[in-house]
């Protein structure tokens, strides 16, 4: 390793110590949270065993939703294996609550490439995307990263919205993440003109991030892939769906099928991975987000536009890094490959994928093959060149991965 860099890292750890205690009162925040929750909901050893087949009305799998439900503060939940991504989890959920001729708002400007797909905006509209079945879609961006309160408003006075969608995280995107104060202002001002709207906040990659949650500020459903946070890297697959009583059935009948919703849904052996993950969660989140620090305040002494700066208030676990060239994110993405447990000696280069319109880089040496709170970098390629980097099961881990992406595109 560079001399130079190793030098520059003690200096960035002595900078950012102060923050990283910051992240540490949020994590036993959190972790407080979740063992209250295990203990109210009275979680037995019994609630470890699986079931195949049906999964009819099973132990271990109410529990597990029961326990999710306490944690979000919400009426109930669906944590399911069958919930294959966080995408999987919004289509569902989407395709539940919206119905032909009714109208979806995005009031932070344009989801993520996956979620367009879904909702059948962009090139090619998918013959099952919600435009196939006449669901409108219109959307607002964000000012200056933030809400547009006043036109939110003004087109929610037409009474004709039946659901609202916030991304929490950016997305592939140069906009800032929302914290949960702003998120819990602009459910305030829609309140103001619309009691009923359904606001549905995408929450993927900010779970345990700050010390609440969207049901707490006033969402009515909020959606996430345990392939992230709330897996801890422990879950192997699943993601989880929570909020009011009556939209969580909706979204399970979507699932399953009318008539039969959450009493149905082998675990097939996901329980105690479900379990573990959701009580390491906020200790592999406080690692994430430690990691993303010391990437932020590195990248940018090497002279890098990073975002968000080392001591801003973080909304998610993404950092993002402005490479501004083609090689120079190629580059960190294999060495943050290189820095991987697994498969290191892989080369990721750019390809085409499913869901998105440029092609894509992907780095992710991770035992959960796709799993986002593992260390992970990834980018599409067209300007201005940014990596998108996430996660980080432990700090030194993730430290150690950085420097190796950083030694790999300096070489």
Avoid: W
């Amino acid at each position: 390793m560079d001399q130079n860099i190793l030098s520059l890292s003690k200096q960035v750890e002595q900078e950012i110590r102060p923050i990283l205690e910051g992240i540490d009162e949020i994590c036993e925040c959190n972790s407080k949270k979740v063992l209250e929750a295990f203990q109210s909901c009275k979680l037995q050893e019994a609630h470890f065993s699986s079931s195949t087949g049906y999964g009819i009305d099973e132990l271990g799998r109410n529990k597990i939703e029961e326990i999710y439900s306490h944690v979000f503060k919400a009426e109930d939940s669906l944590v399911r294996a069958q919930l294959i991504s966080g995408t999987h989890a919004l289509a569902i959920t989407l395709g539940a609550l919206l119905r032909p001729s009714e109208t979806m708002l995005s009031i932070t400007g344009e989801p993520y490439d996956t979620l367009q797909t879904v909702i059948g905006i962009g090139k090619e509209v998918s013959k099952s995307s919600l435009k196939s079945y006449n669901i409108s879609y219109e959307q607002i961006d964000l000012i200056d990263n933030d809400f547009n309160i006043e036109k939110i408003q003004e087109r929610l006075r037409k009474h004709d919205v039946k659901l609202i969608e916030i991304q929490r995280s950016r997305g592939y995107s140069t906009r800032k993440s929302l914290t949960i104060e702003k998120i819990e202002k602009v459910i305030e001002a829609i309140r103001e003109i619309d009691k009923k709207v359904i606001i549905m906040v995408d929450n993927c990659y900010g779970e345990f991030v700050q010390d609440k949650e969207p049901i707490e500020v006033g969402a009515d459903i909020a959606v996430g892939s345990l392939m992230k946070n709330l897996g801890a890297g422990i879950a192997t697959s699943g993601a989880y769906i929570v909020g009011k009583k009556e939209l969580i059935d909706l979204c399970a009948e979507r699932l399953t099928s009318p008539g039969i919703g959450k009493e149905i849904g082998p675990s097939l052996n996901q329980n105690p991975l479900f379990i573990k993950g959701l009580f390491m969660a906020p200790s592999v989140v406080s690692s994430s987000l430690k990691t993303a620090v010391f990437a932020s305040r590195m990248l940018e002494k090497l002279g890098y536009k990073v975002e968000p700066r080392y001591d801003e208030k973080r909304a998610d676990i993404v950092q993002t890094i402005q490479l501004g060239n083609e090689n120079d994110l190629i580059k960190f993405c294999q060495g943050i490959q290189m820095g991987s447990p697994v498969d290191s000696d892989v080369i990721p280069y750019p390809g085409d994928m499913g869901g998105y319109e440029d092609k894509v880089i992907m780095a992710a040496g991770t035992f959960t093959q796709g799993s986002t709170i593992e260390l992970s970098c990834d980018g599409p390629i067209r300007e201005p060149y940014i990596a998108y980097m996430q996660g980080g099961l432990t700090y030194q881990y993730g430290k150690l991965g950085i420097l190796k992406a950083i030694e790999k595109m300096k070489n």
